[in-house]
């Protein structure tokens, strides 16, 4: 039945099936969370917050056949009428509930569950992005991250993979909280002055997620070590502050094949870059031989602005999600820089070096 003050046809959950039927195109307008609790398999998810940015993307024919649903047909109402204005000329929209679309037979499934409920409450606003979904929360959480240091840049990159739901999380440091520390290392409170570094931090971590599981290793990173701390992890965060770490590290991870999300702190400035073994540089490409180690000196020397490391250990972290989710585009290949003292951001091209000791050709297995 049309109704002759909108542009578009009502039509019942009967009419639906006939147009399902017919050829029509189902676009279904509710959030994902209620897809995720069940659908009709043909349709396509289009939140109708989502309507406007991606619809001429979705179905760039404005004369093709378009049926809209929603949970009652509220949203959908308003779906089709902005169709209509932006000029698609053969939309219906389903008129009440879904649940009767259901009775008379309409095909209906309810995906598998990746999540507990408790989870999907939790994750809700991550679960809403559309790249990452349940099914993407779910390799987070069962994803496993190392972190180099839980200190400067370890501490925001570990508070914000364990509040997002990394499901494990390993510590390594062999050092004791100081109170120099706390300008810049938020796990860590005064009443921790003198715990290993590795136990405040768990101890903060379970407080914002006690489902992340946190291993400690409480030791120094060494050429000796290094393998066996790095094997059983996905991605490798390094926040060390010299250069015997960093270049261990590297050449362990470039064996290992372990991406490593690398960050640097010097007073105002910052770095940070993505090694992805035999994809793109590693560190030795950009730093062939090692320095001395008073051309990297620690923070108790050098000094460092007290935010400069949650600016860099956020986008360390921001790196690991991609690299998790297989998503987006990281940053192997450049060097990112940020200047605090300006608020300016500068990228350097960095390319692999078939020479490389580490990764070059003639060492690929």
Not at 299 to 311: D, E, K, N, Q, R
Not at 345 to 363: K, L
Request: with cysteine.
């Amino acid at each position: 039945m049309t109704d002759q003050t909108r542009p578009f046809r009502e039509v019942s959950p009967a009419e639906a099936l006939e147009l399902a039927s017919s050829g029509y195109r189902i676009i279904d307008v509710r959030e994902s969370v209620e897809w995720n609790e069940g659908h009709i398999p043909t349709a396509t998810l289009l939140p109708l917050a989502d309507l406007p940015a991606r619809i001429a993307e979705l179905a760039p024919d404005r004369d093709a056949p378009l049926l809209l649903h929603c949970a009652h047909g509220a949203r959908s109402l308003r779906a089709g009428a902005f169709l209509v204005r932006s000029g698609y000329s053969n939309v219906a929209s389903l008129r009440g509930s879904l649940l009767d679309w259901r009775r008379l037979g309409g095909a209906w499934e309810v995906p598998e569950q990746l999540l507990t409920p408790a989870q999907r409450r939790r994750y809700s606003r991550q679960v809403l992005v559309p790249e990452i979904g349940q099914a993407g929360q779910r390799k987070l959480l069962d994803a496993r991250v190392l972190l180099i240091g839980a200190g400067g840049l370890g501490s925001p990159v570990a508070l914000y993979l364990a509040a997002s739901g990394i499901g494990t999380i390993g510590l390594v440091d062999d050092d004791v909280v100081d109170e120099s520390n706390l300008q810049r290392q938020v796990l860590h409170t005064v009443e921790r002055i003198g715990m290993r570094k590795t136990e405040s931090a768990r101890l903060t971590l379970a407080a914002l997620n006690p489902e992340t599981h946190v291993i400690e290793h409480p030791v120094r990173l060494s050429a000796e070590n290094v393998e066996s701390l790095i094997g059983a992890y996905d991605v490798i965060v390094d926040g060390s502050d010299n250069f015997d770490t960093r270049y261990a590290l590297n050449d362990a991870a470039v064996r290992l094949r372990k991406p490593v999300v690398h960050g640097s702190i010097y007073r105002w400035d910052g770095q940070v870059t993505t090694f992805v073994p035999f994809e793109g540089p590693c560190y030795r490409c950009m730093y062939p031989t090692q320095p001395p180690d008073e051309l990297a000196p620690a923070c108790a020397v050098a000094g460092v602005l007290g935010v400069l490391p949650g600016i860099a250990g956020l986008i360390q972290a921001n790196e690991v999600f991609k690299l998790i989710l297989g998503i987006g585009e990281t940053l192997a290949g450049r060097l990112l820089m940020f200047d605090a003292m300006t608020t300016e951001f500068s990228e350097v091209r960095v390319s692999r070096d078939p020479a490389c000791a580490a990764c070059g050709e003639g060492t690929i297995r």
